[in-house]
């Protein structure tokens, strides 16, 4: 019997909620969070540090490492990144780096990375950096031969030949900051270890346990999950304005979120409060302390205002979008037939990856959203190949892109360029897929 439109709907909407459920009480927040920050954090290294590399009489053993560096450091999303390429090319930049520059920067922006690691897994994330950073150059060679390096405007030569220098102290911060994301994410013993257990001497009411049964939540899920209903109003009224200074709400909004990786470090056991504390939470807290004194003793607050703006605007822009391709993602998950997925790109062959390809191409997602979306496609049965194959196209061949970018270069760099990604992306899940089966 055909389910009714209005089971159909309901059905869509539990499936986008439960799927929404589950991914706000993951351990995903201890990557995600200080994703943003490190993002953030990264407004603070100024342009001039990367841009000096990328001139067109740079030595190519430079300009190509440093743009591939330089898209890492200053891009976040393939919105940003088509802006700063159209500027550091019609500035003079040579051809070749500032293609690299524009495919590697979407492809390897730390909140991509660090996110595919915790959602789909590490060799994932290390293959989409590696891959990237490889076909990157490649492309940005290939480019440099075919097309002839437009002159150089005199008045922006000087673009290339300033020069920035970072404080040890800003440097610490960012080791820091790194640190915490490691320390979040990195599965070793030392870790994820219990170094002891707490057994609260509380029972939950059956009406409760109930409930936190039927979401498929744990206590310390539910947990996480009001924090974060808490910290958006409170960071709305500290955050939205620290330009102005800071107030109490932001104090409040920083404790909030050092709690939300704190009670997110630890495991619990399904259906009890047992809570086991880890190596990763003793490190979590050390990390947490070490941030504070560092940006106490050691960073201006001009410095600490101009970072938590930055970070706070990221979060504004990306998060919302997120949860909604989330929900999307547990929505479509209830109707797509695991069968098509698994005759479509089950297996790892060139049509396979190309067809990841070119979903990436007309289903453009914004950043992060296409990593729920994979996570998806990898439940349905996707190969993790054509996988790889449409996380490296959707940040570089969306047809918004691929407009933008036309405007910027010319139509005929354009299809160049588009045929080399598309070539270059398929090739990649196809070698990613022969490496897993290998090993």
């Given at each position: 019997m055909?389910?009714?439109?209005?089971?159909?709907?309901?059905?869509?909407?539990?499936?986008?909620?439960?799927?929404?459920?589950?991914?706000?009480a993951?351990?995903?927040?201890?990557?995600?969070?200080p994703a943003?920050?490190?993002a953030?954090?990264l407004?603070?290294?100024?342009?001039?540090?990367?841009?000096?590399?990328?001139?067109?009489k740079?030595?190519?053993?430079i300009?190509y490492p440093?743009?591939?560096?330089?898209?890492?450091?200053?891009?976040v999303?393939?919105?940003?990144?088509?802006?700063?390429?159209?500027?550091?090319?019609?500035?003079?930049?040579?051809?070749?780096?500032?293609?690299?520059?524009?495919?590697?920067?979407?492809?390897?922006?730390i909140?991509?990375?660090?996110?595919t690691?915790?959602?789909?897994?590490?060799?994932?994330?290390l293959?989409?950096?590696?891959?990237a950073?490889?076909?990157?150059?490649?492309?940005?060679m290939?480019m440099?031969?075919?097309?002839?390096?437009?002159?150089?405007?005199?008045?922006?030569?000087?673009?290339?030949?300033?020069?920035?220098k970072?404080?040890?102290?800003l440097?610490?911060?960012?080791?820091?900051?790194?640190?915490?994301?490691?320390?979040?994410?990195?599965?070793?013993?030392?870790?994820?270890?219990?170094?002891?257990?707490?057994?609260?001497?509380?029972?939950?009411?059956?009406g409760?346990q109930?409930?936190l049964?039927?979401?498929?939540?744990?206590?310390?899920?539910?947990?996480l999950?009001?924090?974060?209903?808490?910290?958006?109003?409170?960071?709305?009224?500290?955050?939205?304005?620290?330009l102005n200074?800071?107030?109490?709400?932001?104090?409040?909004?920083?404790?909030?979120?050092?709690?939300?990786?704190?009670?997110a470090?630890?495991?619990?056991?399904?259906?009890?409060?047992?809570?086991?504390?880890?190596?990763r939470?003793?490190?979590?807290?050390?990390?947490l302390?070490?941030?504070?004194?560092?940006a106490?003793?050691?960073?201006t607050?001009?410095?600490?205002?101009?970072?938590l703006?930055?970070?706070?605007?990221?979060?504004?822009?990306?998060?919302?979008?997120?949860?909604?391709?989330?929900?999307?993602?547990?929505?479509?998950?209830?109707?797509?037939?695991?069968?098509w997925i698994?005759?479509?790109a089950g297996?790892?062959?060139?049509?396979?990856n190309?067809?990841?390809v070119?979903?990436?191409?007309?289903?453009?997602f914004?950043?992060?959203?296409?990593?729920?979306i994979?996570?998806?496609?990898?439940d349905?049965?996707m190969?993790?190949?054509?996988?790889?194959?449409?996380?490296?196209?959707?940040?570089?061949?969306?047809?918004q892109s691929?407009?933008?970018?036309?405007?910027?270069?010319?139509r005929?760099?354009?299809i160049?360029?588009?045929?080399?990604?598309?070539v270059?992306?398929?090739?990649a899940?196809?070698?990613?897929?022969?490496?897993?089966?290998?090993?």
């Amino acid at each position: 019997m055909e389910p009714s439109l209005g089971q159909l709907i309901l059905d869509l909407l539990r499936g986008g909620w439960m799927g929404l459920l589950d991914y706000l009480a993951a351990h995903v927040l201890l990557c995600l969070v200080p994703a943003f920050f490190i993002a953030g954090f990264l407004s603070l290294i100024p342009q001039e540090t990367i841009t000096r590399y990328l001139g067109p009489k740079t030595p190519k053993w430079i300009s190509y490492p440093a743009s591939a560096i330089g898209g890492f450091v200053l891009a976040v999303c393939s919105c940003t990144i088509l802006p700063l390429f159209a500027g550091i090319w019609k500035r003079g930049a040579g051809l070749g780096p500032a293609i690299t520059f524009l495919f590697v920067g979407p492809a390897v922006n730390i909140l991509a990375i660090s996110y595919t690691g915790a959602a789909i897994g590490m060799d994932i994330a290390l293959a989409r950096i590696v891959l990237a950073i490889v076909f990157g150059v490649g492309i940005g060679m290939m480019m440099a031969a075919l097309f002839k390096q437009p002159e150089t405007d005199p008045a922006h030569a000087a673009m290339f030949e300033k020069e920035a220098k970072l404080r040890p102290a800003l440097w610490g911060m960012f080791g820091l900051l790194l640190a915490v994301l490691i320390a979040g994410t990195l599965q070793i013993e030392l870790l994820t270890g219990t170094l002891f257990t707490i057994n609260l001497p509380v029972e939950l009411p059956a009406g409760m346990q109930s409930a936190l049964d039927a979401a498929n939540l744990t206590v310390q899920g539910a947990v996480l999950i009001i924090l974060l209903l808490v910290i958006a109003p409170v960071a709305w009224k500290g955050l939205n304005n620290i330009l102005n200074g800071f107030n109490r709400w932001t104090w409040a909004a920083l404790a909030l979120v050092a709690a939300t990786l704190l009670i997110a470090a630890p495991t619990t056991e399904s259906g009890s409060l047992i809570i086991h504390i880890t190596g990763r939470f003793v490190a979590e807290l050390a990390l947490l302390g070490g941030i504070a004194y560092v940006a106490a003793n050691y960073l201006t607050r001009d410095e600490m205002t101009e970072w938590l703006w930055e970070t706070w605007r990221f979060i504004k822009q990306i998060f919302p979008l997120l949860l909604v391709g989330v929900f999307v993602a547990g929505m479509a998950r209830t109707i797509i037939p695991e069968d098509w997925i698994r005759a479509l790109a089950g297996e790892n062959t060139i049509i396979a990856n190309l067809l990841g390809v070119l979903f990436g191409v007309f289903m453009y997602f914004p950043t992060l959203v296409e990593v729920p979306i994979a996570r998806m496609f990898l439940d349905l049965g996707m190969h993790r190949g054509p996988l790889l194959a449409y996380l490296l196209a959707d940040p570089e061949l969306s047809l918004q892109s691929i407009l933008v970018t036309s405007k910027i270069m010319g139509r005929n760099k354009t299809i160049v360029y588009v045929s080399l990604v598309t070539v270059f992306s398929t090739l990649a899940g196809y070698l990613f897929g022969l490496f897993l089966a290998a090993v």
